[in-house]
T-cell receptor, first 113, second 114 residues
Framework: AQKVTQAQTEISVVEKEDVTLDCVYETRDTTYYLFWYKQPPSGELVFLIRRNSFDEQNEISGRYSWNFQKSTSSFNFTITASQVVDSAVYFC??????????FGAGTTVTVRA | DTGVSQDPRHKITKRGQNVTFRCDPI?????LYWYRQTLGQGPEFLTYFQNEAQLEKSRLLSDRFSAERPKGSFSTLEIQRTEQGDSAMYLCASSARAITGELFFGEGSRLTVL
């Protein structure tokens, strides 16, 4: 069985602060994929990143960065210098293929001006 | 707008009624997915189509649920004899070949069963 745990239910920060979202996963598969999606108030899930289990290289995309650590089964996401537009629910997800994603419960990020 | 579109966006129905949701994927995408999201939770996988073939169904998809994708274009999700527990957001997504693994989601169809 696959399971994703996002222990932080809500995070509130002031604009320009950094915010890190934790994601811990469980799987027995040796090959798997990890994802992050953003769900703004409009409701449409927006893809942010996919990593496969063989690629532990950290990634940076603009103000977003991801830290994948297989040893601790974690795939954490950091938003640097947060902005009000970053306010959304962020979901971490796990899949052994590319379509059946198991999502965590999500972390609601509120960035205050 | 060339994204995934879903219709209706909101549906309120009485228990026992049938409802149908429609999803129009991005035109060049051959893969289509249905997920369900309840309040405060992440989406849960329901089913997956590659072209017109339904390749996988979740155990969440009881006998009252049926999904189709005739001709490999739009898809419908029908719920018969709705129950209050069916109240949720029904999300449709589509993708092309799995290069980046990106699923493109629609804005969802919210179902409220009274």
């Amino acid at each position: 069985a696959q399971k994703v745990t996002q222990a932080q239910t809500e995070i509130s920060v002031v604009e320009k602060e950094d915010v890190t979202l934790d994601c811990v996963y469980e799987t027995r598969d040796t090959t798997y994929y990890l994802f992050w999606y953003k769900q703004p108030p409009s409701g449409e899930l927006v893809f942010l990143i996919r990593r496969n289990s063989f690629d532990e290289q950290n990634e940076i995309s603009g103000r977003y960065s991801w830290n994948f650590q297989k040893s601790t089964s974690s795939f954490n996401f950091t938003i640097t210098a947060s902005q009000v537009v970053d306010s959304a629910v962020y979901f971490c997800a796990l899949s052994k293929n590319d379509y059946k994603l198991s999502f965590g419960a999500g972390t609601t990020v509120t960035v205050r001006a | 707008d060339t994204g995934v579109s879903q219709d209706p966006r909101h549906k309120i129905t009485k228990r026992g009624q049938n409802v149908t949701f429609r999803c129009d994927p991005i035109s060049e995408h051959n893969r289509l997915y249905w997920y369900r999201q309840t309040l405060g939770q992440g989406p849960e996988f329901l089913t997956y189509f590659q072209n017109e073939a339904q390749l996988e169904k979740s155990r969440l998809l009881s006998d009252r649920f049926s999904a189709e994708r005739p001709k490999g274009s739009f898809s419908t999700l029908e719920i018969q004899r709705t129950e209050q527990g069916d109240s949720a957001m029904y999300l449709c997504a589509s993708s092309a070949r799995a290069i980046t693994g990106e699923l493109f989601f629609g804005e969802g169809s919210r179902l409220t069963v009274l």
